[in-house]
């Protein structure tokens, strides 16, 4: 009997432990930014930026001025390979000021299959003048 029960928690393990592990795809919220111009075909989920998560915490001119984020959904060309050399999320996720691209790819990459690139909830919000 008891060795039923252990191996019933054995296999119920194998089969939860993953799923808790693995990082879950999320719907983007409204004045969320999705960018999916290379992360599907890369193999990976599209990327999904809480802009106002970040915008209670910083003003526009830190990324929009100081991090060379154009002001205009799906005019910056952002690659992994830009930010791991510490360019655009790079400067602030570079494991001192917040965490590094190394720490796993579901933080970013969260979205679920199929979103198209753009401001979540608010398409019209194209960038100044553009509201």
Same mark, same amino acid.
């Given at each position: 009997?008891?060795?039923?029960? *252990? ?9 939860? =432990?993953?799923?808790?592990? +693995?990082?879950? &795809? ?5 004045? /969320?930014? =999705?960018?999916?111009?290379? !992360?599907?075909?890369?193999? @990976?989920?599209? =990327?999904?930026?809480?802009? #106002? ?8 001119? =830190? ?7 154009? @002001? *205009?959904?799906? +005019?910056?060309?952002?690659?992994? /390979? ?6 655009? %999320?790079?400067? %602030?996720?570079?494991?001192?000021? &917040? #965490? +590094?691209? /190394? !720490? ?5 990459? +969260? ?11 608010? /398409? ?8």
């Amino acid at each position: 009997m008891m060795q039923r029960v *252990r191996r019933g928690i054995a296999i119920l393990s194998v089969l939860i =432990v993953p799923l808790l592990l +693995s990082p879950i &795809a999320v719907h983007a919220e409204r004045g /969320d930014v =999705v960018l999916n111009k290379r !992360a599907e075909a890369n193999g @990976m989920r599209p =990327v999904i930026f809480p802009h #106002w998560f970040h915008r209670i915490r910083f003003r526009c001119k =830190v990324c929009h001025t100081e991090l060379g984020f154009q @002001m *205009r959904a799906g +005019s910056n060309e952002v690659t992994m /390979d830009e930010i791991v050399k510490g360019k655009f %999320c790079g400067m %602030c996720h570079n494991g001192q000021i &917040a #965490w +590094s691209p /190394d !720490a796993g790819c579901g933080r970013c990459h +969260s979205g679920l299959p199929g979103l198209k690139s753009g401001i979540t909830g608010n /398409d019209e919000t194209k960038g100044p003048g553009h509201w």
